[in-house]
T-cell receptor, first 115, second 116 residues
Framework: NAGVTQTPKFQVLKTGQSMTLQCAQDMNHEYMSWYRQDPGMGLRLIHYSVGAGITDQGEVPNGYNVSRSTTEDFPLRLLSAAPSQTSVYFC??????????????FGNGTRLTVT | AQSVTQLGSHVSVSEGALVLLRCNYSSSVPPYLFWYVQYPNQGLQLLLKYTTGATLVKGINGFEAEFKKSETSFHLTKPSAHMSDAAEYFCAVNGAGGTSYGKLTFGQGTILTVHP
């Protein structure tokens, strides 16, 4: 059981480049989300999905785009990278059945540097 | 809206001493509360959670937390610190109702240092 898998683990981009961070889960979880982690700020929600075809914005959505075409995959796209997007990105999933009492299952993160 | 405040961005204790990491939350509905631990260069691992029922919650690695509704607190404790407890700890609250499930709000994190 792989859980939540994120790729790549590390990435360096130049300002203005675009890229996609991949996230896949094999637990058939309905809810998936993307967080960014910055020192002293904890984790902040970027985008969120409650199921295939449904996405919603989180606290810090600007500069990011998501789609959810399948239950398993939830990619995060950076349209035009900026130095302010240098961060560690975590994907997470959780099942709907427990109505919020289930914890999030996290991937191991992607460390992104934008120069 | 909900929020989480962790008091103290850095906590330092001696090995064998009590660990106390403070967390206060704000929520307009009964909350689900979580503590996660993050070891260097790793993802987040669940320590424990409070949903309903018993207010004293026991987790992994000897940690426990007490939910105090009157104080809107969910402090994390461990009677005797080990060197292996050195990590960053995050308190989080879950939204309630509809599509809020799974949208955790995190505190700023507390880095725990354990001295020999």
């Amino acid at each position: 059981n792989a859980g939540v898998t994120q790729t790549p683990k590390f990435q360096v981009l130049k300002t203005g480049q675009s890229m996609t961070l991949q996230c896949a889960q094999d637990m058939n979880h309905e809810y998936m989300s993307w967080y960014r982690q910055d020192p002293g700020m904890g984790l902040r929600l970027i985008h969120y999905s409650v199921g295939a075809g449904i996405t919603d914005q989180g606290e810090v959505p600007n500069g990011y785009n998501v789609s959810r075409s399948t239950t398993e995959d939830f990619p995060l796209r950076l349209l035009s990278a900026a130095p302010s997007q240098t961060s560690v990105y975590f994907c997470a999933s959780t099942p709907r059945r427990d109505r919020g009492s289930s914890p999030l299952h996290f991937g191991n993160g992607t460390r992104l540097t934008v120069t | 809206a909900q929020s989480v405040t962790q008091l103290g961005s850095h906590v330092s204790v001696s090995e064998g001493a009590l660990v106390l990491l403070r967390c206060n939350y704000s929520s307009s509905v009964p909350p689900y509360l979580f503590w996660y631990v993050q070891y260097p260069n790793q993802g987040l691992q669940l320590l424990l959670k409070y949903t309903t029922g018993a207010t004293l919650v026991k987790g992994i690695n000897g940690f426990e937390a007490e939910f105090k509704k009157s104080e809107t607190s969910f402090h994390l404790t461990k009677p005797s610190a080990h060197m292996s407890d050195a990590a960053e700890y995050f308190c989080a609250v879950n939204g309630a109702g509809g599509t809020s499930y799974g949208k955790l709000t995190f505190g700023q994190g507390t880095i725990l240092t354990v001295h020999p």
